[in-house]
C-alpha cells in the first residue's frame, strides 16, 4: 500500500473520535469507544509500522532546522511524523472532552476547542485551557 493511501486511511481513521465527541458527547456509546481509546491506539501502530520503514533511511537529525526537513523528505518518515500528530492530537482531544464532562461545560463552548485542536494542536489546547478558566472563575 502506498504512503499516499495509508495517509488517506489515517486522516479517515482520525475522524470518529472527534465526531463522537464534538456532536454525541453524552452518548452511552462515546464513552465506551473514546475510552477504549481504540483510536489512537490504531495510530501509535500504524506510526510505529511507518517510522520503522523509514528509520535509518533519512539523512537528517533533530539538531537543526534544516536537518529536521531532510528527515522528513523521506515519504514513509513524513507519513509517520503526521500519523504522530494525528494520535497525539486526539489524546489531548480526549483529555478536553472528558475534563469538560467532569467541570459541566456547556457543548456549545467545547466544540470550538476541539475543533482548533483537531486542527492545530497546542493552540486548540491553550484555547480550551482558556474557556475552562474562564467558564469556572466568572
Do not use: C
Amino acid at each position: 500500500m502506498t504512503a499516499d493511501k495509508v495517509f488517506r486511511i489515517a486522516n479517515i481513521l482520525a475522524l470518529p473520535p472527534w465526531i463522537l465527541m464534538a456532536v454525541f458527547p453524552n452518548w452511552e456509546y462515546t464513552a465506551i469507544v473514546i475510552n477504549s481509546y481504540i483510536f489512537p491506539i490504531s495510530l501509535s501502530l500504524l506510526y510505529t509500522l511507518y517510522i520503522s520503514l523509514s528509520f535509518g533511511k533519512s539523512k537528517g537529525n533533530f539538531r537543526t532546522l534544516e536537518g529536521l526537513a531532510s528527515l522528513f523528505r523521506n515519504k514513509n518518515a513524513l507519513l509517520a511524523g503526521w500519523i504522530h500528530y494525528l494520535a497525539f492530537d486526539i489524546l489531548v482531544g480526549v483529555y478536553e472532552w472528558k475534563d469538560a464532562l467532569s467541570i459541566s461545560l456547556p457543548q456549545y463552548l467545547l466544540i470550538p476547542a476541539l475543533f482548533f485542536t483537531l486542527m492545530f494542536g497546542p493552540f486548540g489546547f491553550i484555547l480550551y485551557l482558556s474557556i475552562r478558566y474562564v467558564f469556572l472563575n466568572f
